[in-house]
Structures are given as structure tokens and as C-alpha cells.
């Protein structure tokens, strides 16, 4: 069967659009069997992406950014907690996230040459929050105020974007009171910063929250922050550049294949950079074991180097 390509326009806002008859050309000219197709809403991609499962399609490829690889994600394991097709990624997006921990290029043609030779491969867990999927990341309070913040910041692009961000968040931001449960352990009525449940390594294209997840070891690797005030915000923030934050006493760190977190304060939650919640109060998180098989490059990207 061909490689099905689903690509979001709005990925790095609007920038992806820019580069749809370059993805089409560039696939043509390498002789690629594909079909191609561009999603028309906000979760378009899961129904596309759903609809290549069914019709056999075999890669069906991410063209755009974590939002989108999150869409295709959620088609592809929309029956099973396996994939029963490959997935290929196009990083068109902001941050680029997973393209970059997979050793993928980004630039446009070696991007696409790595996609038609397939070279490598590699099997890697993906996660359930609810009932939504997820292979990248899960971040809760303050990280995803963060996010919501950045979204309505229209004169920055890439990275900045985040940065900037979190800059906002800190004028704007509440910090909840949780209960959180995993296997052997329990948090309970803690006021916190935030919580990250991080599959992989990298997010929001420069935070190394979970700097030593792997995606294939069926764990994730869970960061609590304790409540902090502003200044104590920014004097941590340094540290989730390269990783380091992990040291710091005021942050909790924990592995596990599955946690619960209740709160009566209400919780913003983001999955793979798109918020899905803006006012949670059950979360329950699972482990999907070797879930997707991904076209990636010939090794991982770089990690950080903690000090």
C-alpha cells in the first residue's frame, strides 16, 4: 500500500501551508507511492489518520508539528493500544520535539529522503491520558498555562514562542492543590508548580524536562514541582535548559508505567504541545508498551549535558 500524507497547514502557524506543494514535489520527484491530503480542523488529523489505518495504509505520515504527530497518533491507535501501521514524520512544525529525539533532519528534502528509504526504524511506547493518546509528553499546571499563554502570542515564532510564554504564565498562573497515585506511592493535597509525565526527553524545542526518559523502557518518567513563588520560578527555569532542575531539592522525580491525579482545583493539561484540558480534575495516565513503530534517523538526537 502507499505511504498516506496528512499534513496541517496550521502547524507553526501557518507555516506548514507554505510547504505543502514542496512536500508533494519533493516525494513525486524521489518516486514515492503516496497518497497526499491536508487536515481542515482541529482534530481532522485523527480521523484521517483513522481512515488510513482502516484502508491499509502503510506509512501514514505526520506532516507538521507535535500537535500533528499527536493527531495521527490518536487515528493510529484509535482501535488498539498498537499500531498496526508505521509512522513517518515531516517536522513542519514550532518545536519539532519527536522529529528531533529520533534523529530525524529538519530540513524539507533530507526529511523526505529519510522518509522514502526507511532505513531505520524504531519501536517506542506511547501513553494514554483518559482516553486520549499521547507519545511525547504530558504536562499539567503551570507547564501548560505556559502553553496557553504562548498561543496568543502572534509576533514570535519557533522556541521564542514558549519562552515567551512563560514570561506571561508567571503574571497569570494558580498553583493547585493534587493527589497523585502511582504504583508504590502517593502524593497527597500537595500544592505544586506543576507536573510532567515525560515519555520522551524534549520539549517545547529548547526544555529538557525529563532529560533521562527513554521511550522505549516501559516507563515514563514523572516530574513533580513543588509550589514556588515568581522568583523562585525564574531561578529554576535556567536549570530545565539542560536539565539540571532534576537536582534541585523542590523537584520530585519518580518512574512509572501508570498515576492518578485528582484535583479539585481545576487543571490545564497539555499532551504533545496542544492543550486538552483547560479545567481537569481526574487524570489517569497509562502506559501503551511499544506502541508505535516510528521511521526514524540513524541515532538519537543530542541530549544535554548535566552539569
Same mark, same amino acid.
Given at each position: 500500500?502507499?505511504?498516506?500524507?496528512?499534513?496541517?497547514?496550521?502547524?507553526?502557524?501557518?507555516?506548514?501551508?507554505?510547504?505543502?506543494?514542496?512536500?508533494?514535489?519533493?516525494?513525486?520527484?524521489?518516486?514515492?507511492?503516496?497518497?497526499?491530503?491536508?487536515?481542515?480542523?482541529?482534530?481532522?488529523?485523527?480521523?484521517?489518520?483513522?481512515?488510513?489505518?482502516?484502508? %491499509?495504509?502503510?506509512?501514514?505520515?505526520? $506532516?507538521?508539528?507535535? %500537535?500533528?504527530?499527536?493527531?495521527?497518533?490518536?487515528?493510529?491507535?484509535?482501535? #488498539?493500544?498498537? #499500531?498496526?501501521?508505521?509512522?513517518?514524520?515531516?517536522?513542519?512544525?514550532?518545536?519539532?520535539?519527536?522529529?528531533?529525539?529520533?534523529?530525524?533532519?529538519?530540513?524539507?528534502?533530507?526529511?523526505?529522503?529519510?522518509?522514502?528509504?526507511?532505513?531505520?526504524?524504531?519501536?517506542?511506547?506511547?501513553?494514554?491520558?483518559?482516553?486520549?493518546?499521547?507519545?511525547?509528553?504530558?504536562?499539567?499546571?503551570?507547564?501548560?498555562?505556559?502553553?496557553?499563554? =504562548?498561543?496568543?502570542?502572534?509576533?514570535?515564532?519557533?522556541?521564542?514562542?514558549?519562552?515567551? %510564554?512563560?514570561?506571561?504564565?508567571?503574571?497569570?498562573?494558580?498553583?493547585?492543590?493534587?493527589?497523585?497515585?502511582?504504583?508504590?506511592?502517593?502524593?497527597?493535597?500537595?500544592?505544586?508548580?506543576? #507536573?510532567?509525565?515525560?515519555?520522551?526527553?524534549?520539549?517545547?524545542?529548547?526544555?529538557?524536562?525529563?532529560?533521562? $526518559?527513554?521511550?522505549?523502557?516501559?516507563?515514563?518518567?514523572?516530574?513533580?514541582?513543588? $509550589?514556588?513563588?515568581?522568583?523562585?520560578?525564574?531561578?529554576?527555569?535556567?536549570?530545565?535548559?539542560?536539565?539540571?532542575?532534576?537536582?534541585?531539592?523542590?523537584?520530585?522525580?519518580?518512574?512509572?508505567?501508570?498515576?492518578?491525579?485528582?484535583?479539585?482545583?481545576?487543571?490545564?493539561?497539555?499532551?504533545?504541545?496542544?492543550?486538552?484540558?483547560?479545567?481537569?480534575?481526574?487524570?489517569?495516565?497509562?502506559?501503551?508498551?511499544?506502541?508505535?513503530?516510528?521511521?526514524?534517523?540513524?541515532?538519537?538526537?543530542?541530549?544535554?549535558?548535566? =552539569?
Amino acid at each position: 500500500m502507499p505511504a498516506k500524507i496528512i499534513l496541517n497547514p496550521y502547524s507553526n502557524r501557518w507555516g506548514a501551508a507554505k510547504h505543502a506543494d514542496s512536500v508533494v514535489a519533493i516525494l513525486k520527484a524521489l518516486d514515492y507511492d503516496f497518497e497526499f491530503v491536508q487536515t481542515q480542523s482541529p482534530n481532522h488529523g485523527i480521523e484521517l489518520a483513522r481512515a488510513a489505518v482502516q484502508a %491499509g495504509f502503510d506509512p501514514i505520515v505526520a $506532516a507538521g508539528g507535535d %500537535g500533528t504527530i499527536n493527531e495521527v497518533v490518536n487515528g493510529l491507535l484509535a482501535e #488498539a493500544d498498537v #499500531a498496526s501501521a508505521r509512522l513517518g514524520i515531516l517536522p513542519l512544525g514550532s518545536a519539532n520535539d519527536l522529529a528531533y529525539q529520533i534523529g530525524l533532519p529538519m530540513d524539507l528534502e533530507q526529511a523526505c529522503q529519510a522518509l522514502v528509504s526507511a532505513q531505520y526504524e524504531c519501536l517506542v511506547d506511547a501513553g494514554r491520558i483518559n482516553n486520549r493518546a499521547f507519545i511525547n509528553d504530558v504536562t499539567i499546571a503551570f507547564g501548560a498555562r505556559v502553553n496557553i499563554e =504562548a498561543a496568543k502570542i502572534k509576533w514570535l515564532r519557533g522556541s521564542l514562542i514558549y519562552l515567551g %510564554g512563560v514570561f506571561k504564565a508567571l503574571f497569570n498562573y494558580h498553583l493547585p492543590t493534587v493527589t497523585i497515585e502511582w504504583d508504590g506511592g502517593r502524593l497527597e493535597d500537595k500544592p505544586i508548580l506543576m #507536573a510532567y509525565v515525560g515519555n520522551g526527553w524534549r520539549t517545547g524545542g529548547v526544555f529538557f524536562l525529563t532529560p533521562d $526518559a527513554r521511550a522505549d523502557d516501559g516507563l515514563f518518567d514523572v516530574i513533580v514541582g513543588d $509550589a514556588m513563588n515568581r522568583l523562585q520560578i525564574m531561578q529554576l527555569l535556567p536549570k530545565t535548559f539542560n536539565g539540571s532542575h532534576i537536582q534541585d531539592k523542590r523537584v520530585a522525580l519518580l518512574r512509572t508505567d501508570r498515576l492518578r491525579i485528582h484535583s479539585d482545583d481545576p487543571l490545564p493539561v497539555l499532551s504533545d504541545g496542544e492543550i486538552i484540558y483547560t479545567d481537569a480534575h481526574e487524570l489517569d495516565i497509562r502506559l501503551l508498551p511499544q506502541a508505535v513503530r516510528l521511521i526514524c534517523g540513524p541515532s538519537e538526537g543530542q541530549r544535554p549535558t548535566i =552539569a
